[in-house]
């Protein structure tokens, strides 16, 4: 394996970054549009990249993309060419990697000995998220498996062109879609690496009901799949999620969950989630004791937040 097993290796503990799109708006930015974050790849490349900074600053091991709501068809459907489509894929790839290089020049020696050369991990977010109708969150849409792989293979082969250390499959809320995914690995993509997080409304199941217990045999079984968890899941589900993967996966988990707010796709509102008591470095530090080795956030935290992860527990 590559450059993430070795992190693995290395590190016990690996700090991933935070939200992207929701940052970006508490900067004021719209994302409001079907594109979401990646909106600015188009025009402003350079407000991404930012962010991407802020996140090396803050602590961060592993930069993730901003391809999460990126892909072909959403591209083309903004008037753009597919070959300008698959351009701006690897630009997200470059953009990070230009983030990790200009922030790393400025830390010191004793810093950067501290520190291990950071990842870019490429982001492939769910079909949901092109469709931008909600159903990330619920699960509750239906391809077939050569449709799911037609989807993700152009973003996939883009970001591991333009140079990616490992993918991030991330906020997958339907079962048939992350076996897709990972056949898709395996059978033409096989020396890739990557995490698999989904995203879950419940104790046991992930958004379309697939139990977790099935998931987890499946990350088991996957050589490609170095850690899997979950991320985009209010914080008081993922401790019992959690004692559900760890019956039949050994692998080291992850957790980069929202802010504590829970977000309704429908309206686009986040509301409070009153059984969310602990910051985000309380809850990182109990899940650590259900093997978790890879803590970060997802929407509605920033980069302050993943500043005190790790302090809080590399310190």
């Known amino acids: 394996m590559g450059k993430f097993k070795d992190l693995l290796d290395k590190q ?16 004021g930015y719209d994302v409001s549009g079907k594109l979401w974050s990646a909106q600015y790849l188009l025009d402003q490349p350079q407000i991404i990249q930012n962010v991407h900074e802020s996140y090396v600053r803050a602590g961060s091991d592993i ?3 901003s391809s999460y709501q990126a892909s072909i068809p959403a591209f083309v459907e903004a008037g ?6 698959y351009d701006l894929l690897k630009e997200t790839v470059f953009l990070a990697r230009k983030a990790i290089e200009n922030t790393w020049q400025a830390l010191s020696p004793e810093e950067k000995n501290q520190r291990p050369r950071l990842l870019v991990a490429g982001s492939v977010g769910p079909y949901a998220a092109y469709l931008a109708d909600g159903s990330e969150y619920t699960g509750d849409y239906q391809l077939s498996e050569e449709e799911f792989q037609d989807f993700h293979r152009p973003r996939i082969q883009a970001l591991l062109e333009a140079g990616s250390d490992l993918l991030a499959i991330e906020t997958i809320p339907n079962g048939a879609e992350a076996e897709a995914i990972l056949r898709l690995l395996a059978e033409e993509f096989p020396q890739a690496e ?19 217990e099935e998931l987890g045999n499946l990350a088991q079984e996957s050589p490609q799949v170095l850690t899997v968890g979950f991320n985009c899941t209010a914080p008081h589900l993922i401790a019992p999620l959690l004692d559900g993967l760890r019956q039949v996966c050994n692998k080291p988990f992850l957790t980069y969950p929202n802010s504590g707010e829970t977000y309704n796709g429908l309206t686009k509102i986040w509301h409070n989630d009153p059984e969310q008591e602990r910051s985000l470095l309380e ?33």
Do not use: H, M
């Open 80 to 85: 753009l060419t597919p070959e300008k489509s």
């Open 283 to 315: 809850n990182s530090k109990l899940w650590q004791n259900q093997g978790v080795r890879l803590f970060g956030g997802c929407c509605r935290t920033q980069p302050e937040d993943i500043a005190q992860l790790a302090r809080g527990l590399k310190d």
């Open 12 to 27: 016990e503990i690996i700090i991933l970054d935070g939200a992207l799109g929701t940052e970006l708006e508490s900067l």
């Open 194 to 212: 990557a995490y698999l997080s989904f995203v879950a409304q419940s104790e046991n199941a992930i958004s379309d009901g697939t139990k977790i």
């Open 63 to 65: 930069i993730t993309t």
